[in-house]
T-cell receptor, first 109, second 112 residues
C-alpha cells in the first residue's frame, strides 16, 4: 500500500527566508504527487501537482523518483504563506488520494 | 457557484446517537469523497463514490455508512457515534480520476 510521510509537523521561518517542506512517499508503481494547502479559516485547496510542472505562488516541487520525494520549495517566504500544507499521492489507475500528516508552516515577520 | 457545501458545520453528539452529514456539489462531478482530519494524521479517506448509486470503502470505513442516491449528494452516516469519531470531516468531489479534488469547508463533530 502507498504511504506519504511529512517528517515536520511544524516549520517556522522568517519572511524572506527560503522554505522547504519535505514529503517522502512509498509506492512501488508510478505515482502522481500533489501539494494541497489550507489557509486559516479556508477550505483545503490544490496548490500544485507534479505533472503540471508549474510554479504557483512562487512554490515549486520536483518529483525525485530516486529518493521518492516531492519536496515543496519557495526561495523567499511571505507571511501569507503561513498555512497547513499536505502532500498527497494518487496511483495512476485510481482516484483516491493518500495524504501525509501535514506540515504547519509559520512565516514570521 | 457554491462548489462543495457541507452541512452542518458543527455538531455535538452523545455516545450512541446517530446522525447524517450531507455533502452537496453543484459542479456535476462524478467522484465524491469523505475524509476525516485528525491532528498528526492528516486526512484519511472514509468512503468514496465514483458515480451515482455506487460507493466504496476507503482507508477507515468502520463505523460509517454512505449513500449516493443522487449525483450531487453524498451522505455520511454514523449509526452509533463513538468518542473516537470526534474529528473534522471533509467532503470532496472531482470530475474524474485524473482531475483535482475540490473540498468543502468541513464539519466539526464532537462526540461526548
Amino acid at each position: 500500500a502507498q504511504r506519504v510521510t511529512q517528517p515536520e509537523k511544524l516549520l517556522s521561518v522568517f519572511k524572506g527566508a527560503p522554505v522547504e517542506l519535505k514529503c517522502n512517499y512509498s509506492y512501488s508503481g508510478s505515482p502522481e504527487l500533489f501539494w494541497y494547502v489550507q489557509y486559516s479559516r479556508q477550505r483545503l485547496q490544490l496548490l500544485l501537482r507534479h505533472i503540471s510542472r508549474e510554479s504557483i505562488k512562487g512554490f515549486t516541487a520536483d518529483l525525485n523518483k530516486g529518493e521518492t520525494s516531492f519536496h515543496l520549495k519557495k526561495p523567499f517566504a511571505q507571511e501569507e504563506d503561513s498555512a497547513m500544507y499536505y502532500c498527497a499521492l494518487k496511483v495512476r489507475s485510481g482516484s483516491r488520494l493518500t495524504f501525509g500528516e501535514g506540515t504547519q508552516l509559520t512565516v514570521n515577520p | 457557484n457554491a462548489g462543495v457545501t457541507q452541512t452542518p458545520k458543527f455538531r455535538v453528539l452523545k455516545t450512541g446517537q446517530s446522525m447524517t452529514l450531507l455533502c452537496a456539489q453543484d459542479m456535476n462531478h462524478e467522484y465524491m469523497y469523505w475524509y476525516r482530519q485528525d491532528p498528526g494524521m492528516g486526512l484519511r479517506l472514509i468512503h468514496y463514490s465514483v458515480g451515482e448509486g455506487t460507493t466504496a470503502k476507503g482507508e477507515v470505513p468502520d463505523g460509517y455508512n454512505v449513500s449516493r442516491l443522487k449525483k450531487q449528494n453524498f451522505l455520511l452516516g454514523l449509526e452509533s457515534a463513538a468518542p473516537s469519531q470526534t474529528s473534522v470531516y471533509f467532503c470532496a468531489s472531482s470530475s474524474g480520476s485524473e482531475q483535482p479534488q475540490h473540498f468543502g469547508d468541513g464539519t466539526r463533530l464532537s462526540i461526548l
